[in-house]
């Protein structure tokens, strides 16, 4: 079962973030951080091959659990990146997908998305192959990450996918026009958000961006005098956006601490109707909102 939050688990395997000024939790901190999302009903769990160690911690804290009651998300890492040749593509794939099952200690992924976008146009076995996987009960769910609304037009037209996964944040609406996240619920499509604090960077201070960002000043400044003028934090306004979009099933939140979390939690908890206006946020320049750009 999918819930409201997903718990992004980059963080728990890798040094992950704009804004993570402690890093890598230690293990035993990522399964506490894994267990009070459980116990706070946060059912649903990401994490990708390419995540560092993180499919085997979650594995490690999914081994005392009911798979039934945990919904888990993995990723395929990029295929052509890594110069898969199309004659090896159904053995490594299939490998992968073990290898993943090994480390998350379990028997079939909930939900497996194809991480790299562009492996879809390069390998036309591709959907075959993880069709073949669905149906040897490997996986249940066929995915696939985007970064940009072009990618999501062309994924509409792809029947066998079942999810996918998005970036959505108050700074980063790219997602809302052309009512594309209408159609991609009218399609069928299961459809979870990420970046809802934009790697960390809505809660940075604006005097101390990086050179790359100093652009993003504007906007931040914005979006604290919002937070101030209506007696909210940084962290409501950013779940309450995303929130109050009906399409989105689930919203991904990293964090690196149960104390982060914890403070994550109450704040979803007391989210009101979002009431406002947050046109001034809706053309940012792609070079901040695109992590891949910084």
Not at 104 to 129: G, S, T, V
Not at 157 to 184: A, H, Y
């Amino acid at each position: 079962m999918v819930s409201r939050l997903t718990l992004g688990t980059a963080q728990l395997g890798l040094d992950y973030g704009i804004n993570n000024k402690i890093g890598k939790p230690q293990k035993k901190k990522a399964l506490d951080i894994l267990e009070f999302a459980f116990t706070n009903n946060i059912r649903s769990f990401d994490t990708a091959s390419v995540y560092g160690d993180s499919e085997t911690i979650l594995g490690d804290f999914l081994r005392n659990k009911e798979h039934s009651s945990c919904y888990i998300t993995s990723k395929l890492g990029p295929l052509a990146k890594n110069e898969i040749h199309h004659s090896n593509l159904e053995q490594e794939i299939f490998q992968r997908i073990q290898t993943s099952l090994t480390n998350l200690k379990i028997e079939c992924i909930d939900n497996y998305l194809i991480h790299d976008f562009q492996d879809i146009a390069l390998y036309d076995e591709l959907i075959p192959i993880l069709i073949k996987a669905k149906s040897s009960g490997l996986i249940k769910s066929i995915g696939v990450s985007v970064y940009t609304p072009q990618e999501a037009e062309k994924i509409i037209e792809i029947t066998e996918v079942d999810t996918i996964q998005i970036p959505l944040s108050i700074l980063d609406q790219r997602f809302l026009k052309n009512s594309l996240l209408k159609r991609l619920k009218e399609r069928g499509f299961t459809i979870f958000s990420r970046s809802v604090f934009l790697q960390g960077l809505v809660f940075m201070d604006v005097n101390n961006l990086p050179p790359n960002l100093t652009s993003a000043n504007k906007y931040l400044t914005k979006l604290n005098q919002l937070a101030q003028e209506n007696s909210t934090n940084l962290s409501k306004l950013a779940l309450g956006f995303v929130n109050s979009i009906e399409e989105i099933d689930s919203i991904i939140i990293g964090v690196d601490s149960v104390l982060q979390l914890k403070q994550n939690i109450e704040d979803f908890k007391s989210l009101d109707i979002f009431p406002f206006d947050t046109s001034i946020f809706a053309n940012i320049d792609e070079n901040i909102i695109d992590p891949r750009k910084w």
